[in-house]
């Protein structure tokens, strides 16, 4: 099977305003989590799916960023982010179910808000599991499913089609948590939590980390 990503020429540069122009506020919603999980990182990180960049704020100045995006929309401001940051930037135009890197290699890799994007959300995660080294750690914020019978529930499936229209193939309520336990990591830790903010249809959320 071949995955490939369909660039949008309204939603592509639409989307790529609304995230760099959001970036302060999301930060302000995900930013602790962001500073615990990437703690410590190595000097070489793999982003997938970065988008405009909202994560180099929490990188160390001089990290070697290999981000993973196939929305060409969206590189303008990852190089700009770059500069700001001091960040060593690499992007592959690919998606994150065919990466390029080779087998057993990195020992960090990050997504942010991505896996409810990805087309085939099991092969992103066997890819990264892929590329990690044996004892490599793959740290990842997520929105999620809402509980059966609840508001949150109601609301994510009132809202989805317009939302994964206009976000670019965004599912609402995706159980990206039982995805995540179905691939095999060594280890796994996921916290089951609320941002609550004005964009209801991505509460509830999910964050934590995974050993190869
Ligand atoms: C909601 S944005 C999140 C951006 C950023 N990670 C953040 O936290 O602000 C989703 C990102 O995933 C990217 N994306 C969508 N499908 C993808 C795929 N199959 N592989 C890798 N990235 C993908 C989009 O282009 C976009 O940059």
Known sequence: ???????????????????????????????DSKRKLFEGHPSTVVEIGPGAGANMRYYSKGTNLIAIEPNLH??????KSAYQYGINLKIRS??????????NSYEFVVSTLVLCSVHDPEMVLQQIKRILKPDGKFVFIEHVKAKENTFLAWFQRLIHKPWHWFFEGCHTNRDTASILQSIGFSSLTIENYNQYSPFVAIIPQIRGRAIK
Do not use: C, Q
Request: aromatic share 18%; net charge negative; hydrophobic share 45%.
């Open 74 to 79: 969206m590189h303008e401001n990852l190089h």
């Open 1 to 31: 099977m071949t995955y490939e990503f369909e660039l949008n020429y309204f939603r592509g540069p639409l989307n790529a305003w609304i995230f760099k122009a959001l970036s302060s506020y999301m930060n302000r919603l995900f930013g």
């Open 94 to 103: 690919l998606v994150g179910e065919a990466i390029d890197l080779p087998d």
